[in-house]
């Protein structure tokens, strides 16, 4: 089990930048594999990037090039750096752990509570 509480959220304008974090409240690093969702109304869940079983990560091609994914495995801690926003990113983000197998993450059961990012134009 594992215990995930986001931060970082708020209101910035197009063009700008937010970072949120992920506390969890066990190491993650060798056990659970993590990511980045979002959910904007009236839109269905995406997933904008992960840390995979590899340690590799991956992307949206929405986000891709703007939002970078790291882990501090000392502080139990996963970032998300969101640089460049758009109107389009405005959403309520979530991070999620999933157990990592050899070759795999297994379906991501744990999940911190939403924060809310905007993106005025």
């Known amino acids: 089990q594992v215990q995930l509480v986001v931060s970082g959220g708020g209101s910035v304008q197009a063009g700008g930048s937010l970072r949120l974090s992920c506390v969890a409240s066990r190491d993650t690093a060798s056990a659970y594999c993590l990511s980045w969702s979002r959910r904007a109304p009236g839109k269905e869940h995406e997933r904008v990037a992960s840390i995979e079983s590899d340690d590799s990560t991956s992307y949206s091609d929405s986000v891709k090039g703007r939002f970078t994914i790291s882990v501090d495995n000392v502080k139990n801690t996963l970032y998300l750096q969101m640089a460049s926003l758009k109107p389009e990113d405005t959403a309520t983000y979530y991070c999620?752990?999933?157990?990592?197998?050899?070759?795999?993450?297994?379906?991501?059961?744990?999940w911190g509570q939403g924060t809310q990012v905007t993106v005025s134009s």
């Open positions: 999620a752990a999933a157990r990592r197998g050899r070759t795999r993450c297994y379906d991501y059961n744990y």
